[in-house]
């Protein structure tokens, strides 16, 4: 069964940090991306950073750069998400996706998300 697994959100004060985990099982070989997006009430869901499983290339939206680390560990098929400086507006539902690489990571599975707040 294919399936995107998240953990790791919560709630923090400002300037605080969280890891996130996908742990990921039964892709195939032609999602060679994986992405993190997010989604705050009434706003669109927006890319935040994305890494290629075959080169490590990573990409990172400007909001979250120097703040935010995307990695993998792909002898357990996991990406991480190492937010850092978090700050209010980080606050929203994240959202882990495996997909193709075309502009950015264009995703095709979708996790189930996991809940970041950032208080002030």
């Known amino acids: 069964q294919v399936q995107l697994v998240e953990s790791g959100g919560g709630s923090v004060q400002a300037g605080g940090s969280l890891r996130l985990s996908c742990a990921a099982s039964?892709?195939?070989?032609?999602?060679?991306?994986m992405a993190w997006f997010r989604q705050a009430p009434g706003k669109e869901r927006e890319g935040v950073a994305s890494?290629?499983?075959?080169?490590?290339?990573?990409y990172y939206a400007d909001s979250v750069k120097g703040r935010f680390t995307i990695s993998q560990d792909n002898a357990k098929n996991t990406v991480f998400l190492q937010m850092n400086s978090l700050k209010p507006e980080d606050s929203a539902m994240y959202y882990c996706?495996?997909?193709?690489?075309?502009?950015?990571?264009?995703?095709?599975?979708w996790g189930q998300g996991t809940q970041v707040a950032v208080s002030s």
């Open positions: 996706a495996a997909g193709i690489p075309l502009n950015g990571c264009a995703p095709a599975l």
């Open positions: 890494i290629s499983t075959e080169d490590s290339r990573t």
């Open positions: 039964g892709l195939t070989y032609s999602l060679t991306c």
